[in-house]
Nanobody
């Protein structure tokens, strides 16, 4: 069974940068679309970015366009979210998620089957 393991996150000042990684072991993530989502208490999980299985297509929420970059290395079974010019509004618990194939590629959390454990991103001075 596919399991996703996240790393990265933490506390950063406004304008700073962080990188989140999502990886798996023992399974080939290269057959899966992968998305990044975030959630704050009391709000629904929000799609941030996603990338197709081969890396040729990606999507971003309007709130992060131009600041976040999603990429993947299918040899290393890793998907990375680089976050720059972070704002306090970006503070949330971030999750990666995967779904088989590219048919459900998008920013809807309900489309994804497997979720990482989550990691906190806090942007504060």
């Amino acid at each position: 069974q596919l399991q996703l393991v996240q790393s990265g996150g933490g506390l950063v000042q406004p304008g700073g940068s962080l990188t989140l990684s999502c990886t798996t072991s023992g399974h080939n993530l290269g057959f899966h679309s992968v998305g990044w989502f975030r959630q704050v208490p009391g709000k629904e999980r929000e799609g941030v970015s996603c990338i197709s299985s081969g890396g040729g297509r990606s999507m971003y929420a309007d709130a992060v366009k131009g600041r976040f970059t999603i990429s993947r290395d299918n040899i290393k079974n890793t998907v990375t979210l680089q976050m720059k010019n972070l704002k306090p509004a970006d503070s949330a618990f971030y999750y990666c998620a995967a779904v088989w194939g590219d048919g459900n590629l998008g920013l809807a959390a309900s489309s994804y089957e497997t979720w990482g454990q989550g990691t906190q991103v806090s942007v504060s001075s």
